[in-house]
């Protein structure tokens, strides 16, 4: 059974930037496609970025060029690095692992303050 535990949220002021980890236990890690998705109040779950096991990137529109998906297998470890936040990039963002089962984590809280 997988397990995937977000950390890093917070806080930040428009314009800032945060780093977003998510640990995953399990032995599959390192063959799995991983994302982050995002969910705002009254919304629905988007997609924000996906890396595959060798690396390739996949990004929303409306995050390009400034978010970075990036993953340390030797760690468990995908990353989510956000840079020039705006207020709506508020929302609770969510590590998934995808799978027969795709696997969630608990959901961090980004709050972006105008």
């Known amino acids: 059974q997988v397990q995937l535990v977000e950390s890093g949220g917070g806080l930040v002021q428009a314009g800032g930037s945060l780093r977003l980890s998510c640990a995953a236990s399990g032995s599959i890690f390192s063959i799995n496609t991983m994302g982050w998705y995002r969910q705002s109040p009254e919304k629905q779950r988007d997609l924000v970025a996906t890396?595959?096991?060798?690396?390739?990137?996949n990004y929303a529109d409306s995050v390009k060029d400034r978010f970075t998906i990036s993953r340390d297998n030797t760690k468990n470890t995908v990353y989510l690095h956000m840079n020039s936040l705006k207020p709506e990039d508020t929302a609770v963002y969510y590590c998934v692992l995808f799978g027969a089962i795709n696997a969630w984590g608990q959901g961090t809280q980004v709050t972006v303050s105008s």
């Open positions: 890396i595959t096991s060798a690396g390739t990137t």
